[in-house]
Every structure is written in C-alpha cells, then in structure tokens.
C-alpha cells in the first residue's frame, strides 16, 4: 500500500476515534457541574444537555448543556462521516450496515440539537435512532468483516451489539436490571460508543488488507 494511503487511513481512524472518545471526557466533565446531585446509575444521559434548573434557578441542572449537546452532535456527523466513507470511498462493508450508522448518527445529531425539555418527542426519536441503528449497525458490520478477519475484534463488536440492543429492549420496556434508568441506557449507549471505535478498528485493517492485495496482484501482474 502506497505511503500516503496508509497515512490518510491512520489519520482517519484516529479522527474518528477521538470524535467518540471525547463524548466520555465531555459527559464527566458536564456531570461534575452538578456538584455531586448527578447520579450515572438515577439520572439518564440527556439530562446533562438540559439547561433549566427550575422555577426558582435552584434545581440540578447542567450548566455546560451546551458542551454535551455539542458533544452528540459531534459523535453524530463522525457516524455519518464513516458511514458514507466506508460505503462509497472504501467500499469496506455493503449498503445495510452503512444505513444502519447514517440513521444512527442522524440520530445522534437530533438528540444534541433538541435537548430534552425543549422537544421530547423529538429528542425520543433521536434516542431510538442512535441506539437502535446503532446497535444494528455494530451487528451487521461484525458479521460482514469477521469471515475477513482474525482475532477477537469480530467478536467483541457482536458482543457490543448484542449489548446495545440489550440496552434499547430494556429501555423501551422500563426494565433496569437493577441498574437504574441511567445505568441501563448506559449498556446502549456505550456499547454502540465502543462498538463504533472497534469498528473503526476493524474498518482500518480491512482497509489494509484489501490495499495491500491490491497492491500484491498488481504487482505480480506486472511481472
């Protein structure tokens, strides 16, 4: 594989990456503004993006909204940046895993943009579209690149997968498992956030491999 390919490939993966990584930094971060009232396992995710803090100003609420809204956006458009990179520059994986990631980060973007307070049924919608294809989009894309692949990556995304969808099933049926209402959509949404990195894992050595074929036949064909 030329030089360059390799580095663009590198510079992509690390990109998006940290687009999804930095969703953890930012989500401690904006909790911490709570001064101690915000519960991981009680309080849901998207109570961090909601700025109002009651009638008389005195209610928990985050007062860097704005920055874990942000933070949804961005891991949004990294979904959908990778879903049309994968799919029509790489052609890494088929048309059905690529639509699974761009609805889940199409749903992504709804969730930051609409907080929860302002336009729940939107908001709601935006959830289940990043959980839901999300989780599908980990699942499809682990069986489409494990026959290709060795090692347990493969498998760790089907395990992220089932996690997620795990998580949305429970969440839509009120079941916490014990976990609390936060942990619980913590299951779907972390394990579609670390599914995705190890896709972009397993999405960069396919890419490898497939270059540096390419690069191995046509050199024997010019022998």
């Known amino acids: 594989m030329p030089a360059h390919a ?11 990456t940290l687009a999804v990584l930095q969703f953890f930094v930012i989500e401690f971060l904006v909790a911490g503004t709570w ?7 009680a309080n849901s995710i998207s109570d961090l993006g909601v700025p109002f803090c009651g009638a008389d100003g005195n209610e928990p609420c985050s007062a860097t909204s704005l920055i874990i809204d942000a933070a949804f956006v961005t891991v949004g458009i ?12 790489y052609r890494l994986h088929p048309l059905v895993p690529s639509v699974f990631l761009l609805v889940a980060g199409i749903g992504g973007v709804v969730v930051g943009l609409t907080p929860a307070n302002t336009h729940w049924d939107v908001h709601s919608l935006g959830v289940t579209l990043f959980v839901l294809f999300g989780s599908l989009f980990t699942l499809t894309a682990a069986f489409h690149v494990q026959p290709q692949m060795s090692g347990p990556a493969p498998y760790v995304a089907l395990a992220l997968g089932v996690l997620g969808l795990v998580g949305y099933i429970s969440l839509t049926h009120s ?16 394990s579609i956030l670390l599914g995705f990195i190890v896709c972009v894992h397993l999405m960069t050595q396919l890419h ?5 074929s390419v690069v191995l036949v046509g050199g024997v064909t010019g022998e």
């Open 6 to 16: 390799v580095e663009t490939s590198n510079r992509t993966s690390v990109s998006l």
């Open 35 to 41: 001064r101690g009232q915000y519960s991981y396992s």
């Open 78 to 89: 990294a979904f959908v940046v990778a879903a049309l990179l994968w799919y029509r520059a």
């Open 175 to 190: 079941w916490d498992l014990g976990l609390g209402t936060g942990g619980i959509e913590r299951v779907g949404a972390y």
């Open 208 to 212: 490898s491999v497939r270059r540096a």
